[in-house]
């Protein structure tokens, strides 16, 4: 048999978190967790269908008048405004001038990939900066898509916080006009937030010096139990009058992290620089998946609009969100009680 024509392909190693759960499938330990994707377990360790989703999708399945045809590329239009109005406040000043525009995209990571080619194509500086540390993927995200990649501190391991001042001088030290990459809240992967006083400086800093925010919000709604608390960082650079880019994800907020749903929002200046912006939108995402799948965006239209819906999803979120935050401080109390050190346990 002759050679293959990719007998030169290299064994690549696995990605260093999903690599995580693939070691974690393979391990035979009756007692084994997995500490690699950040994704909600019950006490069973099994992933959590919540109650309204399951609702919101037997309303799907009896409405016989709903088809499996192609979305546009923009997606399902009402996902999209309901998404707007989700993070950016219903009564938000941008989105009653039209002057946001929202796709949606493949959860997240989709929704960050569309921004950034947006941004390598359009925008006139080619250079992100995103906090040391972030999110293991965004580095990959933004590179690939075209942009240069930079960071600005963020962390302090001494004091387990935020880095503030350095925070604030390296983002004033950062080129004029640069891309910002912000965690909306629950900063991933270290938990740690700016308070309101801080992102208002923040803010102010990054006005003065033309850098372009670009919102990463992951966990809105997960991180406190409050949908309006986890967006306030967001709709403070909304207020101003400010042009930014908002990605969204419902994997973990509604628990639908196969479905793979999630939003990008632009705001801009004027609706028809919105328009002309989701033209070229349009552009990046139809050579790359052509159109988003319906079934995940139509859940969450669904809860979105539907106020009993909606009102039991924000009670079931901040039981999880709860949960959480009890869970911590039990691990926390458990570590204490034993005479461990937090930081030394992290450290192994």
Known sequence: ????????????????????????????????????????????GKPLVLNVVRKAEQMLVNDHSRVKEYLPITGLADFNKLSAKLIFGANSLAIVENRVTTVQCL?????????????????????????????????????????????????????????????????????????????????????????????????????SKELLPFFDSAYQGFASGNLDADAESVRMFVADGGECLAAQSYAKNMG??????????????????????????????????????????SIVAVILKDGDLYREWTVELKAMADRIISMRQQLFDALQARDLNWASCLKT
């Open 1 to 44: 048999m002759s050679d293959s024509v990719f007998s030169n392909v290299v064994q690549a190693p696995e990605d260093p978190i999903l690599g995580v759960t693939v070691a974690y499938n393979k391990d035979q330990n009756p007692v084994k967790l997995n500490l690699g994707v950040g994704a909600y377990r019950t006490e069973e």
């Open 256 to 297: 639908l992290y196969g479905e793979r749903v999630g939003a990008l929002s632009i705001v801009c200046k004027s609706a028809d620089i919105a328009a002309r912006v989701e033209s070229q939108l349009k552009l990046v995402i139809r050579p790359m998946y052509s159109n988003p799948p319906i079934h995940g965006p």
């Open 107 to 207: 959860s997240g990571t989709g929704s960050l990939r569309v921004g950034a080619e947006f941004l390598a194509r359009h925008y006139h500086v080619k250079t992100i900066y995103i906090p040391l540390p972030t999110w293991g993927n965004h580095t990959k995200v933004f590179t690939l898509a075209g942009l240069s990649v930079k960071t600005y501190r963020y962390y302090d391991p001494s004091t387990r916080g935020l880095d503030f001042s350095g925070l604030l001088e390296d983002l004033g030290s950062a080129q004029s006009g640069a891309i910002v990459l912000l965690h909306a809240c629950a900063h991933n992967p270290t938990g740690v937030d700016p308070t309101s006083d801080q992102w208002e400086q923040i803010r102010q800093l990054m006005r």
